[in-house]
């Protein structure tokens, strides 16, 4: 099994940028993925695919979303990060961080999910 957890302030103030962090453990935490990626739920809508970061090393992103956010990755610490600049209330959303082991959009595992709220 893989484990993922979201950790990262849950209030942010308009124009300052999110900083989000996914760590992953257990079995697969190393190797055996395609793809981490990052994705949202904003109150009331529906999920919005931010972008993801290959077993290469290359991100990709929503091409909407694309000027303000960055994804990396710490192979050291399994994990994988999300940089979102210039927020605004609009982006207030549950953030999951999740596992592809195959085709990108097949997310076999996901995190719980952390609210960020983006308020002055």
């Known amino acids: 099994q893989v484990q993922l957890q979201e950790s990262g302030p849950g209030l942010v103030k308009p124009s300052q940028t999110l900083f989000l962090t996914c760590t992953v453990s257990g079995e697969s935490a190393t190797t055996g993925y395609a793809y981490r990626s990052w994705i949202r739920q904003a109150p009331g809508k529906g999920l919005e695919w931010i972008g993801y970061i290959g077993w290469s090393g290359s991100p990709y992103y929503r091409p909407s979303l694309k000027s303000r956010t960055s994804i990396s990755r710490d192979t050291s610490k399994n994990q994988i990060t999300l940089q979102l600049s210039s927020v605004t209330p609009e982006d207030t959303a549950v953030y999951y961080c999740?596992?592809?082991?195959?085709?990108?959009?097949?997310?076999?595992?996901w995190g719980k999910g952390t609210l960020v709220t983006v308020s002055s």
């Open positions: 999740a596992q592809s082991e195959g085709a990108f959009y097949d997310l076999n595992y």
